[in-house]
Structures are given as C-alpha cells and as structure tokens.
C-alpha cells in the first residue's frame, strides 16, 4: 500500500478524510460526541515500511467552542484535541486487513479516553500561555459556563490589560467565550 491507499482504506470503513492546512492526510471517525482524528504517515524504512498513526481525541463541543470563538471555518480545522497519543506499525506492506485492525483499535482507545482532566487543566491555564492553549482555556472556561473569569477578562481588555494573553487573542474573541458561557450556564441552570 501506498499513503494514499491507507486513507482510502480509512475511508472504506467510514472514517471522514481531508489534508489539513500543512498538507498532511487525517481521518476523522464520530463516536457519538467523541470524535477521533489520526494523521497517518508512511514511511519507507529498511526491510519494510513504518505507518505512523498521531491519534487524538477531542469533543464536538469543544471543537465547536473554538472553532466560535476564534470566528474560523471549520472544514480547514476540524479538530482541537484534547488527549493525543501515537501509534506506529512496521511491517513488510500493509493490506486493507491491516487497516480495519489498525482502525478498531484505534477506535477502542478513543472510547476509553477521559477527556474531563484535559478541559481541567485548560480551564487552569495561566493567561500567558503559548501557542493554541489560550484559544483552548477559552474554550475550556466557555463551555464550563465560567461566566464570572471570562467578564473579568472582557473587562481587563476594555480597560487595556490584556493580562499576558498572547496577541492573536482579540477582545472579539473573548466577547465571543462570553456568549458561549452564557448559553452554556443558562442551560446548565435548567437542568
């Protein structure tokens, strides 16, 4: 097999597949609100070839969330994980056999990943982080319906302290948590 027969064999057993913005395949598989996202790579290596699998798993809710509040298209980004893992195969080829293996497997990691410690610890975050994490605690606290933290953000940026938040992260961006929070709070008191 070749990488595009992996991906085809990953979309043969229902999994949604597409290039992310760095022109690497992923697969996507829906299981109920947990969705699992792999980034296959093969490799030739001496005597065979390496598939590696980066694996992770996230909420649509979550993915959702960012997806709101960084105000971007989902078809280029359609998964913010939450807990990641890898998974490597050598072998000599691998066959359609190998795949459906390969892809139960993966699914049963996924059904098993808890993903209340990763939005914990992002809810924690300091303001200062780095890279997605503030986009992420955003979320975090968003779909927490941590109304009160994310005022008292929107209110630090109006005044002109943006409390070491990196500069991608726009008061627009914290106005939309607010939102998020809101609705995520209002529901959560009608329960």
């Avoid at 070839?49 to 694996?55: G, H, M």
């Avoid at 005044?159 to 500069?167: I, K």
Wanted: charged share 30%; aromatic share 8%.
């Amino acid at each position: 097999m070749l990488q595009n027969d992996i991906v085809l064999a990953f979309k043969k057993l229902g999994w949604q597949t597409g290039k992310d913005d760095a022109g690497d395949n992923y697969a996507i598989f829906d299981i109920g609100n947990i969705q699992l996202q792999i980034i296959p790579r093969l490799r030739p290596i001496w005597g065979g070839k390496r598939l590696a699998c980066v694996r992770s798993v996230t909420t649509k809710k979550f993915t959702s969330a960012c997806t709101k509040i960084f105000h971007r298209n989902t078809e280029k980004h359609p998964h913010n994980p939450l807990v990641r893992g890898d998974e490597d195969l050598i072998q000599q080829d691998y066959t359609f056999k190998d795949i459906r293996a390969l892809s139960e497997r993966l699914i049963e990691w996924a059904k098993i990943q808890d993903v209340d410690p990763a939005l914990k610890r992002l809810r924690e975050l300091p303001t200062d982080s780095k890279g997605t994490e503030p986009l992420y605690h955003l979320a975090a606290l968003a779909l927490a319906g941590d109304v009160d933290k994310l005022e008292y953000y929107q209110r630090s940026f109006e005044a002109g302290d943006r409390l070491g938040f990196v500069p991608y992260i726009s008061k627009e961006m914290i106005d939309r948590a607010v939102e998020i929070a809101k609705d995520t709070s209002s529901r959560i008191s009608t329960e």
